[in-house]
């Protein structure tokens, strides 16, 4: 059964930055997402890597996020800077296609 476990996340100043943590298992050949749900909205992608490490971003968070990959490690990482109250959401990670279980998500609150 696959897995996806997610961490970093924390209360944040806004222009404030933060690093999320995903460690997957099974397959590394996924392209993988970071996607947020904030209160009341439904889930929206925000960034995604294929498993050569090409890169695809929400224009909200284009220039502000940066996602990466550990292929080695099974664990994908989202670089968050400049952050916004806008941002503020439970983030999740999972794969593009063939989505498996959703993991418990790490919630990031950007608030003064």
């Known amino acids: 059964q696959v897995q996806l476990v997610e961490s970093g996340g924390g209360l944040v100043q806004p222009g404030g930055s933060l690093r999320l943590s995903c460690e997957f298992s099974g397959p590394i050949f996924y392209t993988m997402g970071w996607y947020r749900q904030a209160p009341g909205k439904q889930r929206e992608l925000v960034a995604a890597i294929t498993s050569d490490g090409s890169t695809n971003y929400a224009d909200s968070v284009k220039g502000r996020f940066t996602i990466s990959r550990d292929n080695a490690k099974n664990t994908v990482y989202l670089q968050m800077n400049s952050l916004k109250a806008e941002d503020t959401a439970v983030y999740y990670c999972?794969?593009?296609?063939?989505?498996?279980?959703w993991g418990q998500g790490t919630q990031v609150t950007v608030s003064s």
């Open positions: 999972n794969r593009v296609n063939n989505r498996v279980t």
